[in-house]
Nanobody, 125 residues
Framework: QVQLVESGGGLVQAGGSLRLSCAVS????????MGWFRQAPGKEREFVAA????????YYPDSVKGRFTISRDNAKNTAALQMNSLKPEDTAVYYC??????????????????WGQGTQVTVSS
């Protein structure tokens, strides 16, 4: 069974940075596409970033492009999301997610089978 555990959330002032980490159990981590999503109160879950198996391809929506960077370490079964120049509108619960093994890079939440419990990120103005 695949389990994902996020860490690194917290409270930061606008313009600051945070780094979220996601530890993944399972022997086939390198075959999962990894993604990050966020959900603010009263809003739908929003795609934030995705990275391919080997890390060679990444994808971001315009809302975070140039500010957020997704990475992975297949030797350590971890993924990370570096968030810079944070804005109050980035406030949300952030979730890491993994696709089924062998999936293509996807941005829709329905493409991900495994989810972490979420970590709160709060950006004050």
């Amino acid at each position: 069974q695949v389990q994902l555990v996020e860490s690194g959330g917290g409270l930061v002032q606008a313009g600051g940075s945070l780094r979220l980490s996601c530890a993944v159990s399972g022997r086939t981590f390198s075959s999962y596409v990894m993604g990050w999503f966020r959900q603010a109160p009263g809003k739908e879950r929003e795609f934030v970033a995705a990275i391919s198996w080997g890390g060679g391809s990444t994808y971001y929506p315009d809302s975070v492009k140039g500010r957020f960077t997704i990475s992975r370490d297949n030797a350590k079964n971890t993924a990370a999301l570096q968030m810079n120049s944070l804005k109050p509108e980035d406030t949300a619960v952030y979730y890491c997610a993994a696709t089924p093994p062998g999936s293509t890079l996807v941005i829709g939440a329905s493409g991900y089978d495994y989810w972490g419990q979420g970590t709160q990120v709060t950006v004050s103005s």
